[in-house]
C-alpha cells in the first residue's frame, strides 16, 4: 500500500506560480509512475502530467505544455509538480497518482493504482 500526500496548493494570482509537492509512504517509489490530475468544480477528473519511474520520460496534456514541469526525487520519496504561468481555468482539486504500469495509457485515471486526497489550487483573474 502507497499513501501519498500532497502539498503547497493555495490562492495565487494569474500569471504567478506554485509548486506542488507528492510526497509518499513507501520508500520504492522509485517503481512507481507517477501522475498528476486535476479536477475543476464541475468537471470530471482529467490527467494533467505523468513521469516514468526513473524521471527521463515525461508527458502532458496539451493546455499545461510549457507552463507546468513534472519532476521527481526517488531519494526523498517525492514528486513535484511546477506550476507556472498560471491561468484561471488552472484553478482544481489538484491530485498526485502511483501506477505500477501504464499500460492501459498514462492519461486514464484507471491506470493508477494509488491517489493522494488532493490539494486545491485556486487562480484570481
Known amino acids: 500500500q502507497v499513501q501519498l500526500v500532497e502539498s503547497g496548493g493555495g490562492l495565487v494570482q494569474a500569471g504567478g506560480s506554485l509548486r506542488l509537492s507528492c510526497a509518499a509512504s513507501?520508500?520504492?517509489?522509485?517503481?512507481?509512475?507517477m501522475g498528476w490530475f486535476r479536477r475543476a468544480p464541475g468537471k470530471e477528473r482529467e490527467f494533467v502530467a505523468t513521469i516514468s519511474s526513473s524521471g527521463s520520460i515525461t508527458y502532458y496534456t496539451d493546455s499545461v505544455k510549457g507552463r507546468f514541469t513534472i519532476s521527481r526525487d526517488n531519494a526523498k520519496n517525492t514528486v513535484y509538480l511546477q506550476m507556472n504561468s498560471l491561468k484561471p481555468e488552472d484553478t482544481a482539486v489538484y491530485y498526485c497518482?502511483?501506477?505500477?504500469?501504464?499500460?492501459?495509457?498514462?492519461?486514464?485515471?484507471?491506470?493508477?493504482?494509488?491517489w493522494g486526497q488532493g490539494t486545491q489550487v485556486t487562480v484570481s483573474s
Open positions: 513507501q520508500r520504492t517509489l522509485s517503481r512507481y509512475y
Open positions: 497518482a502511483a501506477a505500477a504500469s501504464l499500460y492501459g495509457g498514462y492519461g486514464y485515471s484507471y491506470s493508477y493504482n494509488y
